[in-house]
T-cell receptor, first 110, second 114 residues
């Protein structure tokens, strides 16, 4: 079993829809939780960063961490075609050694 | 501010040939990472440098892979000899000294081994 599990999709939704992306993990020592976005043939870029449990909102994006369930989520409101990308969850016990999920490929259809 | 620069972007070689990838991190970033990303998978850490010291190379296949970071700035990742299974994207990332956990990635070097 992998330390971090993420549904690879692909996920295809119409423009304007609310998107929910999720990851589960097994290592209870993880306390730094991140979402990276990766466009085709580009490197990942940090989208959201959360320390420990709770919610964090940034514009149309909301990240949630539930450490009791070992479950993290990323919500995208009013999704746009420009949101089409692969979304990678990542987490670590110490801030430097990240473990990535498999990535979910998302397509927003105009 | 310039981002992480990698070269070459694309490389096609025959199996058993050597190949090298180069990375120039963001100025002032003392931590440098090499990640391997297979198609449809997330990045997997190969090696992490703090300045010029390799502090985590536990996932680097040392029989054929080697890396160096001379003077604590640029880094080179080498594969010799390459195998068919090495076809992947090799990502370089860097992070600043205060290290909030955010990694800054380059665009990657895509290797195809024939």
């Amino acid at each position: 079993q992998k330390e971090v599990e993420q549904d690879p999709g692909p996920l295809s939704v119409p423009e304007g829809a609310i998107v929910s992306l999720n990851c589960t993990y097994s290592n209870s020592a993880f306390q730094y939780f991140m979402w990276y976005r990766q466009y085709s043939r580009k490197g990942p870029e940090l989208l959201m960063y959360t320390y420990s449990s709770g919610n964090k909102e940034d514009g149309r994006f909301t990240a949630q961490v539930d450490k009791s369930s070992k479950y993290i989520s990323l919500f995208i409101r009013d999704s746009q075609p420009s949101d089409s990308a692969t979304y990678l969850c990542a987490m670590s016990a110490g801030a430097q050694k990240l473990v990535f999920g498999q990535g979910t490929r998302l397509t927003i259809n105009p | 501010e310039a981002g992480v620069v990698q070269s070459p972007r694309y490389k096609i070689i025959e199996k058993k040939q050597p190949v090298a990838f180069w990375c120039n991190p963001i100025s002032g970033h003392n931590t440098l990472y090499w990640y391997l990303q297979n198609l449809g998978q997330g990045p997997e850490l190969l090696i992490r440098y703090e300045n010029e010291e390799a502090v985590d190379d536990s996932q680097l296949p040392k029989d054929r892979f080697s890396a160096e970071r001379l003077k604590g700035v640029d880094s080179t990742l080498k594969i010799q000899p390459a195998e068919l299974g090495d076809s992947a994207v090799y990502l370089c990332a860097s992070s600043p000294p205060q290290n909030t956990g955010e990694l800054f990635f380059g665009e990657g070097s895509r290797l195809t081994v024939l």
